[in-house]
């Protein structure tokens, strides 16, 4: 990648001068490498709260929190200014994935559709300097159909093996860190091993994008855009680090709200923005309109996975769901019925509350579901409290209802349709059943010794 000054003569001309050099965009300085420090050191750095997330001290060290408190915009705008400066040897490829339920964020906030929005944001972040933006729909759709497959196949174990059923969702970050870090074997073996959405996003990323493009994964700095805070511990796991590059897949997370941050800073309105189409993992350009899965909140694991069982377990076509609403709105199930038996039970577990009923059910063993969608967030993925909460850190019930309502008036795509997951899974994972598929879209949990008493806090 050529440095955007002309040659070092002039780059030192310029500096010698007190001048910056010349780029497309403004961008604001890092502390590192001797630079200014600019107006974004105004911004907090990133930090995990208990109400942000499911991770308590329990579940965070203390180099995690040091760790966490790095990835802010200032990550962003260090890359940048590394790309403007004539040694090109640090300069890295900046690919930024942002995650659907980002989006309706953006379209609320500025009034406009979500492909508008998502087309508007893609030309603000390219304008900054990014070289590539990316929707993380595909990756979600390889996360839903692998997550699918997973729990046919338990379905068909559960009389066999002690842990198949119930099987949780493993999509959330925050419910994951807490299940490893503190429920432990009691929860992980029923935890499905598909990777979420943003570590597929990683994988294909520094793994079938890089081999596309001829690079090396540590020339790609990769910025997740997502709903929560809980994504940037996620960032971190161990199973997402390639040691041959010493490269992690997700080398930064910046909520929406931090990237709405950089907007108010610039002064910018995304109304003002040209419309720049999202980039594929192939190389080219996405000029078709934006889909969803279904969920009115979230990714749709449990619509999904359900209308697949009924389908190859009992030859049933299910159209729509009927949700019963138990305790919460935020804790509801869906059954299918066949002969006057009840053959699948599913249930929707979001927020800390709900997720402890349903832990203390299965630790009795009265746990009567087939599968659970498990998310740290009242309200799904949508409501993340790195998007959906005012300035003094209560809940925008105003906002989130925009956002409902922008993001259900997106189309509707099966993973099963998507040619390029298709296609993907036969040009880079040699086949929809080969070791490369469980290398890069499964994963393991570890089982450390449960906190004492962890069932019995109150939230």
Not at 163 to 178: D, E, N, R, T, V
Not at 184 to 190: E, G, N
Not at 342 to 371: D, E, S, W
Request: hydrophobic letters at 35%; one cysteine or more; proline letters at 4%.
């Amino acid at each position: 990648m050529k440095c955007e000054n002309c040659t070092k003569k002039e780059c030192s001309k310029k500096q010698k001068n007190g001048d910056q050099p010349n780029s497309p965009a403004d961008v604001p300085s890092s502390n590192e490498e001797n630079d200014e420090p600019s107006e974004f050191h105004k911004l907090a750095n990133a930090k995990i709260f208990f109400s942000d997330c499911l991770a308590c001290e329990n579940c965070v060290t203390s180099d995690e929190a040091v760790r966490v408190s790095h990835q802010n915009q200032n990550e962003l705008f260090h890359v940048l200014n590394l790309n403007k400066k004539c040694d090109t040897s640090k300069h890295k490829v900046l690919a930024v994935s942002i995650c659907p339920q980002s989006l309706p964020y953006f379209a609320a906030k500025f009034n406009l559709c979500v492909t508008e929005a998502a087309k508007r944001l893609c030309g603000f972040l390219k304008s900054l300097g990014v070289h590539y933006v990316f929707d993380t729909t595909i990756a979600a759709d390889f996360s839903i159909l692998e997550s699918q497959k997973e729990f046919v196949q338990r379905y068909h174990r559960q009389n066999q093996e002690k842990h198949a059923l119930p099987m949780f969702a493993s999509a959330c970050p925050g419910w994951i860190q807490y299940a490893e870090r503190v429920l432990s074997s009691l929860v992980t073996p029923h935890i499905c091993t598909a990777k979420s959405p943003q570590q597929i996003m990683g994988s294909l990323i520094k793994g079938y994008f890089a081999m596309q493009q001829n690079l090396s994964p540590d020339k790609i700095f990769h910025i997740i855009v997502a709903p929560c805070y809980d994504k940037k511990l996620e960032a971190l796991r161990e199973d997402i680090y390639t040691p041959l590059y010493h490269s992690q897949d997700i080398d930064c997370v910046l909520t929406s709200g931090e990237v709405f941050q950089v907007m108010e800073q610039r002064n910018v309105s995304l109304k003002e923005v040209a419309e720049v189409a999202f980039d594929t993992v192939f190389g080219g350009i996405n000029e078709s309109d934006l889909m969803r899965h279904d969920g009115r909140r979230s990714d749709g694991y449990l619509e999904h996975i359900f209308k697949h069982a009924a389908k190859e377990l009992f030859d049933t076509e299910v159209k729509e769901l009927t949700y019963k609403v138990l305790k919460n709105k935020d804790f509801q199930e869906v059954t299918l019925e066949k002969n006057g038996e009840t053959v699948l039970c599913f249930a929707a577990a979001y927020g800390f509350r709900n997720i402890q009923n349903m832990v203390l059910k299965l630790k009795k063993g009265k746990c009567p579901y087939h599968f659970v969608e498990v998310l740290a967030c009242p309200g799904g993925c949508l409501n993340g409290k790195g998007q959906a909460q005012t300035e003094d850190g209560k809940p925008d019930k105003a906002l989130l209802k925009q956002m409902e309502d922008v993001y259900t008036a997106v189309p509707v795509q099966l993973p099963e349709t998507n040619g390029h997951v298709q296609k993907l899974y036969q040009e880079w994972l040699e086949g929809m059943d080969s070791v490369k598929v469980q290398q890069s879209l499964h994963t393991k949990y570890s089982s450390e010794k449960p906190v004492a008493n962890s069932l019995d806090i109150k939230w």
